[in-house]
């Protein structure tokens, strides 16, 4: 099974709302990662945790937060977004190598739309 | 200061010919390099890697090829297929889970 799954796959919230998204691998992967991608721009990594600790935060706003519950979960709180942060949230995983790296498997995204 | 390049934003191919895409890097610590494929509203899909210690890695249709020297590397698909119209990233990473990804080529492939 080398699928990763995301929910909600569309979400609309307004600036003054919180919301969270989620992601889910059942690969045995102890990395996951999430990226933002927005129109015609490749995907940017926004964070990265390995054995459920942060390891990368690419120096996100604090109204980005993520959260590692477990190996297999992977959240990403919202909370008085802009309109700017409308993007495609990707969410991957991958295997841990030490000082390398594997190959990220991606879930479909969260279209995100901030009003 | 884009690290990874992909200097065609798109390319477009007779069905059963070659498609050849192309990447370049900048930063001499990128020592692992990989291929996605992007579909529209999709996320992106793992195609083939290939590590600074191999010059080629192949994987059916797809070949990846690596001159670190000129700090370049392609990907070829033979014979391209309608179902490889596509966004392709190249991404590269230096040593630990980060990958950096280039700007992307559209492929179209021509029936």
């Known amino acids: 099974d080398t699928e990763v799954t995301q929910t909600p796959k569309h979400l609309v919230m307004g600036m003054t709302n919180k919301k969270s998204l989620k992601c889910e691998q059942h690969m045995g992967h102890r990395a996951m990662y999430w990226y933002k991608q927005k129109a015609k721009k490749p995907p940017e990594l926004m964070f990265v945790y390995s054995y459920e600790k942060l390891s990368i935060n690419e120096s996100v706003p604090s109204r980005f937060s993520p959260e590692c519950p477990n190996s297999s979960l992977l959240n990403l709180h919202l909370h008085a977004l802009q309109p700017e942060d409308s993007a495609l949230y990707l969410c991957a995983s991958s295997q841990v190598r030490l000082a390398a790296a594997y190959e990220q498997y991606f879930g479909p995204g969260t279209r995100l739309t901030v009003t | 200061d884009q690290q990874v390049k992909q200097n065609s934003p798109s390319l477009s191919v007779q069905e059963g010919r070659i498609s050849i895409l192309n990447c370049d890097y900048t930063?001499?610590?990128?020592?692992?390099f990989l291929w996605y494929k992007k579909y529209p509203a999709e996320g992106p899909t793992f195609l083939i890697s290939?590590?600074?210690?191999?010059d080629k890695n192949e994987d059916g249709r797809f070949t990846v090829f690596l001159n670190k020297s000129a700090k370049h590397l392609s990907l070829h698909i033979v014979p391209s297929q309608p179902g490889d119209s596509a966004v392709y990233f190249c991404a590269a990473s230096g040593g630990n889970e980060k990958l950096t990804f280039g700007t992307g080529t559209r492929l179209t492939i021509i029936p």
């Open positions: 930063n001499s610590m990128f020592d692992y």
């Open positions: 290939i590590s600074s210690i191999k």
